[in-house]
């Protein structure tokens, strides 16, 4: 029996069994029309939302059976991610991509071109070789829960998974059916994913370490998103969480955007996301660029902390031609967590101007 439930009904070409699909679960994006659509592929889209609609996507509403309806919804999508030989069984070829991504390319030049013939599946790297230190600047950016993260890296370090063995990145994954070797890892991935961190690229090179040997063709990340811009790079709609402590931004003006200026500067930047410990995002000057500049936090009008914004940003070093380095962490005050009203702001410099933040 079919467990999904087709939005709406397309005619699907299954000439060459290729497939490109995202997963959308828990309202954490929206989902993107490709700026190419390439004959001869089915676009598929799995999610929660019996709304969604799509003139290119087969949207596919993937009910929760009992073993998956405690996850959380990120891991739920991640589950289709991971496991493509349980939800494409029509298709001998598939790619993978995360649904803040933008198809900007023709799929068929694409794969000719990266997916070498005798390689078992296609897979995005980046300069950063280690997934330990992928999981110190998961935690620094609030990807996940610290002691989560920490519980994963002192189990991996336990049975001698080794330091800057490459670093693999999950937003665009390519695969061919056949191969076994692939379909094992990926169902070790996927238990590895369901147990440990929301960060899923922390388990997936871990699961290809620990897995029979898999040919893999590499795609440079830099190469796909910012030389070529086979795929463009959206942010994930906002995650602000201050669990049951007492605190909100301050109200934006609606004229609030992204962009400010006053005299002799042209601020730029916005808060990523929140949570009862710390504020990530990032923060710059577009007339010094190459130049880091502070941020402050404020509780009303009283200035609580300030803050380096020099953290390297590799999304926002193309954004504005510079080295990138415009990424703050600011520490949420432990006296926050007190039982009283705070309405925070977070500024540029000595300014009076806000970062951009959720409404």
């Known amino acids: 029996m079919n467990v999904f439930r087709r939005i709406r009904r397309k005619p699907i070409n299954h000439s060459g069994r290729k497939a490109v699909y995202t997963f959308i679960f828990g309202d954490h994006d929206d989902l993107k029309s490709p700026a190419i659509v390439t004959p001869g592929w089915d676009y598929i889209c799995f999610t929660d939302d019996d709304t969604l609609r799509s003139d290119v996507w087969d949207v596919r509403v993937s009910p929760r059976r009992r073993s998956d309806r405690q996850l959380e919804s990120k891991k739920y999508a991640g589950k289709h991610k991971i496991l493509f030989h349980r939800y494409l069984q029509g298709n001998d070829l598939s790619l993978s991509i995360d649904a ?9 030049d694409f794969v000719r071109e990266h997916f070498r013939a005798d390689d078992d599946m296609m897979i995005c790297y980046q300069a950063r070789d ?3 230190d992928d999981a110190e600047l998961s935690k620094r950016r609030l990807l996940d829960q610290p002691a989560r993260i920490d519980t994963q890296m002192q189990r991996y370090r336990a049975v001698g998974y080794p330091a800057h063995n490459g670093l ?18 990926c169902d070790l991935w996927w238990q590895e994913y369901r147990h440990g961190s929301r960060r899923d690229q922390l388990s997936l090179n871990y699961a290809i370490w620990k897995s029979a040997s ?27 969480n201050f669990g049951g402590a007492d605190i909100k931004f301050e109200t934006q003006h609606p004229w609030t955007t992204a962009r400010r200026y006053c005299t002799g500067k042209d601020y730029v930047g916005s808060v990523d996301a929140a949570n ?9 000057d577009r007339n010094r660029l190459n130049t880091s500049i502070d941020v402050s936090l404020y509780d009303g009008g009283r200035l609580i902390a300030t803050a380096p914004a020099n953290l390297m940003r590799s999304d926002v070093a193309p954004y504005l031609g510079d080295d990138g380095r415009h990424g703050f962490i600011i520490p949420i005050p432990a006296s926050f967590n007190d039982g009283s009203a705070h309405t925070i702001s977070v500024r540029f410099e000595t300014s009076e101007i806000d970062l951009t933040i959720p409404p």
């Open 168 to 185: 693999y990145m999950s937003g665009i994954i390519a695969r061919r059916h056949d191969r076994a070797n692939v379909r094992q890892m």
């Open 130 to 132: 280690c997934v330990y």
């Open 214 to 240: 898999i040919k893999t063709s590499a795609l440079d990340y830099g190469q796909q998103f910012f030389v070529r811009r086979n795929f463009i790079g959206r942010r994930h709609k906002w995650s602000i």
């Open 276 to 284: 009862c410990d710390r504020i990530f995002g990032w923060a710059a």
């Open 100 to 108: 803040n991504l933008e198809l900007n390319c023709n799929l068929d």
